[in-house]
């Protein structure tokens, strides 16, 4: 039994009560509602209605699970991107960490300003700079050392601000609302402009979804088999800029099925919320806004890492729910 | 429950005989053997040896249910690939229809000696005509309408010796085999050189392999919401190539770990093998061999579509298991 997780679990018991007509009363005092950390309000009825509709048979929206399918934003939308993206605090880190080995980076920018703790002179350096800090510490390993070394990083790595493990910053409602998609046959995946295999080593403990079920931004890969035990070389060259409209690609790539729903926070999500929700029969796209100053970051629009603008625009005539974080979340983070 | 498949109802009653402490001996007499079309011998004493290790708690061999990761090749291991691969079939069916459309075809190769019926003619052409026949017929629409029209094909196309629909044409033991292993906790994925694409709109029905496990080689696509309604564009251009020292890389890409089984029946699958079966811990290879003319196909070695030669010589010495069509299954396809 040890192999079966608490959704196993839960999943049988839900099961056994229909399928085996044991009693459902013994179960009925145990069951959670949903969406406890989202306040009552338009919102989080808008939700339960949609996942009422499409898991009713019989109902005119019914869709199959296998047709379930639905794809969240990872950054800002399942956990905090504030001051920065938590891979490039990765990236930084890891710059410092080897630093060592790389002598003529005491001259080079910006690698120089990086070590030295100035933001400001990395930001210089512009996207190219970004480039070079993303491949310097991204590739020029196995697959399986880059996974041990964010795996290492992501256990002990803290947010500046609230001394938080970065983990323990993902928005409990989203997990909420994963969970509750979950339990209703929906497939969950991750579908990020963050990297794929940074995101691959914890997502599954954290969030419930495994490494398949998770798409992003990856680097070209070589398998070499001439050593004496083969490796998978991670090579300092883009192969998928999964932003934008990279997202629509990415999931026609990996999951190969439409969406029925779909989760962002900015205009880099706006492509897939858009074929997401133009395809027929009952759809959901949902906008985190993060409007919360006090217990999260409030920025907006051009203030947006990387914009806002066109989603929030488009969001009421395209009937996209937009999430007030401070209006519509009881709490923020796990306790 | 109309929701919940076969697989989910049995998954349901195991787990509810442990978790809820039901007797389960109501159960005992309905649990089937596994793997009944497979002959007792080796082989299959070997599979079930193996799956017995890796999911007996306690055992130094255990493997959490997450890392049960099989990836099983497709053409010539879980279906035929003679007279010709299937896709193919598919490709050369595809110029004929669409061949009103294209008057220029009747004085180009491959395309007239296609339309004529002349496979040698075809043939000279060699790989720059074969990929100008998968170009014309793989690109150049959405991705929903390529879906379409190979649902279309494959429900009703027949092979040419058997007259059987070529979805009748997998093997029922590699069937009972992906049960045997999905009813153990394996995640069983494909892993083919074939258009992902091409697949996944039948895999689902006829392995119960859902598209998102399907990974292949693939053209590149783009997303174009220039028009009324979005659409994924196929584009003639080749994005990954799912064979040899590529099925690694596209296991990296699509699943995030090493599988600790690999299925295949080629040189094309041996890095898939080798990368598998090189990982630590108890793992496991197998190749199927063709070398049943009486039932299916005889071809070996250098006759064998993408030659056998390296894996067959391999396998001794890494202790891959080598089916015998003709002697270790009871039946080749399903009744």
Redesign the interface.
């Known amino acids: 039994?040890?192999?079966?997780s608490r959704r196993?679990?839960l999943?049988?018991?839900l099961?056994?009560s229909?399928?085996?007509a044991?009693p459902s009363m013994a179960f009925a005092n145990d069951v959670p509602q949903p969406l406890p950390s989202w306040n009552n309000g338009a919102t989080k009825a808008s939700i339960v209605d949609f996942v009422t509709a499409v898991?009713t048979?019989g109902s005119p929206d019914y869709v199959?699970?296998?047709d379930r399918i639905a794809t969240f934003d990872n950054d800002g939308t399942l956990w905090g991107e504030q001051p920065m993206y938590v891979q490039l605090a990765f990236a930084l880190d890891r710059v410092k960490a080897v630093a060592a080995n790389h002598p003529e980076w005491k001259n080079t920018e910006p690698f120089k300003s990086i070590i030295a703790g100035d933001l400001a002179g990395m930001a210089a350096a512009g996207e190219k700079g970004l480039m070079e800090v993303l491949g310097a510490t991204h590739s020029g390993m196995s697959?399986?050392d880059f996974t041990e070394i964010a795996t290492q990083w992501i256990g002990s790595a803290r947010h500046p601000k609230t001394g938080r493990l970065y983990t323990e910053m993902v928005f409990q409602p989203m997990l909420e609302l994963i969970d509750y998609l979950d339990a209703n046959?929906f497939?969950v995946?991750i579908v990020s402009g963050g990297g794929?295999?940074f995101m691959?080593p914890w997502t599954?403990r954290v969030y419930g979804i495994?490494?398949?079920?998770?798409v992003g931004s990856?680097i070209k890969?070589?398998?070499d088999?001439s050593g004496t035990?083969?490796v998978?070389n991670r090579l300092a060259e883009v192969?998928f800029i999964d932003d934008g409209?990279?997202k629509?690609?990415g999931i026609?790539?990996?999951?190969?099925?439409?969406p029925i729903a779909a989760f962002g926070n900015s205009d880099g999500d706006f492509?897939m919320l858009?074929?997401t929700t133009?395809g027929p029969g009952r759809r959901f796209g949902l906008i985190v806004h993060h409007d919360d100053a006090a217990r999260e970051y409030a920025y907006d629009r051009q203030s947006h890492f990387g914009r806002l603008d066109r989603a929030l625009d488009a969001a009421p005539q395209r009937g996209w729910n937009v999430v007030s974080m401070k209006d519509d979340w009881k709490t923020i983070y796990p306790q």
């Open positions: 039994m040890g192999g079966f196993d679990l999943k049988a018991a099961l056994a229909t399928a085996l044991i898991t048979e199959a699970p296998a697959g399986e046959g497939k995946f794929m295999e691959r599954d495994p490494s398949e079920r998770v990856s890969a070589q398998y088999d035990s083969p998978i192969d409209a990279g629509p690609v026609y790539n990996h999951i190969g099925k439409r492509q858009e074929w133009s």
